[in-house]
Every structure is written in structure tokens, then in C-alpha cells.
């Protein structure tokens, strides 16, 4: 009997839980630091949001987050020989949900998807809508945000500086002005060229921040509509399966 006893000191309180956590602004963060033990707890597991409403519940939400690229995945349902299942998968990893709130998967994908899926199966969580487009942009359409006014205003800037400085040079050459002025000339010379410096070291970043990002694009399918291979039941997985 003691023994049993001490089991149950040694669960967390319902009372416990909610002075740890602010529940009226719950959110990822907290789930992801909550402890099974505290979410059994806090919660009445015969009141939590299940099958495909759950599954509705976080692809809405998931879509939104796409939308506002705090997640970077593919958001698609699927039809298994278990039932309807909803699957979010990247380049490098995949979560699927299952309709009684199970999760699998792995990487980074699974790490942002657990969270939305306790989130979502709460009732009195209202997920967030996308607006506008949902889903990754198809990688042809990533551009290069160095083409901004921005950096136009700082070359045209940096131009004018290393203009004036050649003026100014060619007037102290020709007409054996004050040594002062070859000063100014050599600093007018060299903000302009820092400046033409610095846009170009922006622009070719990025330049390599898009090309990445439409690397990591095409790698996750988007652009030919394939799973990678890693997401069980992809045809590339499938495949893989029949040629061994």
C-alpha cells in the first residue's frame, strides 16, 4: 500500500499544472516542455477533438503556418489501408497524423507538427486560417529579394560618391588645388566603393539564399509532385520496396 502511494505523490497535480502553465496563452512552446505525465493531468483525454475533424483541425492550422513560413513542409491527406491519415513532410523529414491524434515521423517536420496536433486537439483551440496562397511556392517562382529599392537607392548613392571623387581628383590634378581637397576626393572614392560593396555582397546572398531555398523546394517535390523517398508511402518509397 505505501508503495502505491508513492507512485501517486509523484504524479503531477491538475493544480500543478496550470499554475506552471498560463493556459489562456498556450502555445507550442508550452507543449513541446509539457511532460506526458502533465498533459494527462491537466487534461480529460475523453473531452480531447479526435478523428477527421482533428485531422481538419491541423491541416488549417498547419496551412497557415506554411503560409507565414514558420514551417517549411508539404501538407497533404492520404488514404491508407488504416483509414485517412493527414502527412506534412520536407527535404529532410515527415510527420503523419493519424484520426485518434497519433503521430510518427521524424527531423524537424515532426518536432513542429506534434505541438500543432495537441493544440488542435483542444476544444477550446481555434486554429489559425491561411490567407490568401497556401502551400510553397513552386520553386520557379522563388526571386531574389536584392532587387529592392533599398539596395537601388544605396548603388545609386554609392555611384554619386565615387563620381564626385573622380571630379575632385581631376580638379586637384588640373588646377593644383589644396592637398585637402585630394582627402576629400580619396574619402568620397572610398564610401562609394564601399557602398557598391556592400549591395553587391547582398545581392550575391541573395542570390545563394534562393537558390537554396528553390533547391530545397524541388527536393521536397514540389516542383514534380514526388514524396521524397523517406515518406512511407510515397511512390519512390514504394518503389524501393518492389526493387529489393
Known amino acids: 500500500m505505501a508503495d502505491a502511494s508513492d507512485e501517486g ?34 487534461f480529460d483525454a475523453d473531452s480531447w477533438i479526435t478523428g477527421t475533424d482533428l485531422l481538419d483541425r491541423v491541416e488549417r492550422e498547419l496551412e497557415a503556418r506554411v503560409a507565414t513560413r514558420e514551417v517549411f513542409a508539404v501538407i497533404e491527406r492520404d488514404q491508407t489501408d488504416e483509414g485517412e491519415r493527414l502527412v506534412a513532410y520536407s527535404d529532410e523529414g515527415y510527420a503523419a497524423v493519424y484520426p485518434d491524434g497519433t503521430v510518427e515521423g521524424r527531423g524537424t517536420v515532426l518536432r513542429d507538427v506534434k505541438p500543432t496536433v495537441a493544440l488542435c486537439s483542444m476544444p477550446d483551440y481555434e486554429p489559425a486560417s491561411a490567407d490568401g496562397e497556401r502551400g510553397l511556392p513552386d520553386p520557379e517562382a522563388v526571386t531574389e529579394r536584392g532587387r529592392d529599392l533599398g539596395n537601388l537607392v544605396l548603388q545609386v548613392i554609392g555611384l554619386a560618391q565615387v563620381i564626385a571623387g573622380l571630379i575632385l581628383f581631376g580638379a586637384w590634378i588640373g588646377y593644383a588645388l589644396h592637398v585637402v581637397v585630394s582627402f576629400v576626393a580619396f574619402a568620397f572614392v572610398a564610401f562609394g566603393v564601399l557602398l557598391l560593396t556592400v549591395v553587391a555582397n547582398a545581392r550575391l546572398s541573395d542570390r545563394f539564399r534562393a537558390e537554396e531555398y528553390r533547391e530545397r523546394l524541388r527536393s521536397a517535390g514540389v516542383a514534380d509532385g514526388e514524396r521524397p523517398a523517406f515518406v512511407p508511402g510515397s511512390d519512390r518509397d514504394g518503389e524501393d520496396r518492389d526493387a529489393e
Request: net charge negative; proline share 12%.
Open 9 to 42: 505523490d509523484d504524479r503531477p497535480r491538475p493544480e500543478d499544472v496550470e499554475e506552471r502553465y498560463d493556459f489562456d496563452d498556450f502555445g507550442p512552446a508550452d507543449m513541446a516542455e509539457m511532460s506526458p505525465e502533465e498533459w494527462e493531468a491537466a
